[in-house]
Structure formats: structure tokens, C-alpha cells
């Protein structure tokens, strides 16, 4: 099982851009697909951005298809999520999780998903 932790929440002006790191802190990543999921206030989480262990397929929510790119080093066991562009709805902890790769990354819903990490929170806002 993988442990993960997230980085690079912060708050930022709308139209601005933060980068969310997902490292993996205790093993390989290879053989994970992984997500990056939020979740706001009154709301039930999401699927945001998955990419599959390999990183050739990718996943996007409608809503940041175009401004977000999820990528991934599996050298240095970390997924990426640049997010540009950011609108005040994009406000939410934003968590990543993990699942094993035995079959094609298709969906990205959190129910597939485990060993979560613990959050990080982005808030856009002027």
C-alpha cells in the first residue's frame, strides 16, 4: 500500500496557477494508477485528474479539461497536477489516492481508489 502525501496548496487570485504534488513516501509508484480528487465545503468528492501508472492515459473533469495537466516522475515517485487558470470554484482540499494497476485507468471516481493522502486545501479567491 502506498503512502501518499500532498503539497502545494496555497491561496491564489482568480486567473492565477498553483502545482499540487502527490509523493509517494514509503514505496515504488509503478504500478499505481493515481488520482487527484477534491473535495469543497457541502460537497461529495470528486475526480479531478487521473493518469495511468505508465502515465499514457489521463483523465479530466469536464470543468478543468484545458487548465489542469496531471503528469508523473515515477523516478521520483511523485504525480503532478498544474492547475492554471483557476476560477473561485476550483476552492477545495484537494487529496490524491492510489490504485493498483490491474486494469485500464478509465474512470476516475474516488470509490476505485485508495490510500489516500491527507489533503491539501487550494483556495482561489480575491
Known amino acids: 500500500q502506498l503512502r501518499l502525501v500532498e503539497s502545494g496548496g496555497d491561496l491564489v487570485q482568480p486567473g492565477g496557477s498553483l502545482r499540487l504534488s502527490c509523493t509517494a513516501s514509503?514505496?515504488?509508484?509503478?504500478?499505481?494508477?493515481i488520482g487527484w480528487f477534491r473535495q469543497a465545503p457541502g460537497k461529495e468528492r470528486e475526480g479531478v485528474s487521473c493518469i495511468s501508472s505508465h502515465g499514457y492515459i489521463t483523465n479530466y473533469l469536464d470543468s478543468v479539461a484545458g487548465r489542469f495537466t496531471i503528469s508523473r516522475d515515477n523516478a521520483k515517485r511523485v504525480v503532478y497536477l498544474q492547475m492554471n487558470g483557476l476560477k473561485p470554484e476550483d476552492t477545495a482540499v484537494y487529496y490524491c489516492?492510489?490504485?493498483?494497476?490491474?486494469?485500464?485507468?478509465?474512470?476516475?471516481?474516488?470509490?476505485?481508489?485508495?490510500?489516500w493522502g491527507q489533503g491539501t486545501q487550494v483556495t482561489v479567491s480575491s
Open positions: 514509503n514505496r515504488t509508484m509503478d504500478y499505481f494508477h
Open positions: 489516492a492510489a490504485r493498483l494497476a490491474i486494469d485500464a485507468q478509465n474512470e476516475c471516481v474516488p470509490r476505485l481508489f485508495g490510500s
